[in-house]
């Protein structure tokens, strides 16, 4: 199983900023993919920005210019730094990895608990 485990949520506001962090652990054999996706209450849940294990990056337009996704493969952590938030931001953000397991023999995509992010006006 891989288990990741986010950090870094919080209260700011409008115009600040925030970094969140997350380790994934277990029996990992590799990783692939890693991201940060998020949900506001009554949507869907989204892609905020997603990295590979080669370092390509790739973010949905409404973060361009002030979110930076970045990630440490020795470390199994990727982090993303939220600059110039907005109140639209207020969202429950998960990490996510594409991973494979000691005993698996295929990837599997692979969730944290999510944290908040409260962007006040």
């Known amino acids: 199983q891989v288990r990741l485990v986010e950090s870094g949520g919080g209260l700011v506001q409008a115009g600040g900023s925030l970094r969140l962090s997350c380790t994934a652990s277990g029996n990992i054999l590799g990783i692939n993919d890693m991201g940060w996706y998020r949900q506001a209450p009554g949507k869907q849940r989204e892609s905020v920005a997603t990295?590979?294990?080669?370092?390509?990056?790739k973010y949905t337009d409404f973060v361009k210019g002030r979110f930076t996704i970045s990630r440490d493969n020795a470390k199994k952590k990727v982090d993303l730094q939220m600059n110039s938030l907005k109140p639209e931001d207020t969202a429950v953000y998960y990490c996510?990895?594409?991973?494979?397991?000691?005993?698996?023999?295929?990837?599997?995509?692979?969730w944290g608990q999510g944290t908040q992010v409260t962007v006040s006006s």
């Open positions: 990295i590979t294990n080669l370092g390509s990056t």
């Open positions: 996510y990895t594409r991973g494979i397991s000691v005993g698996s023999i295929r990837y599997n995509d692979y």
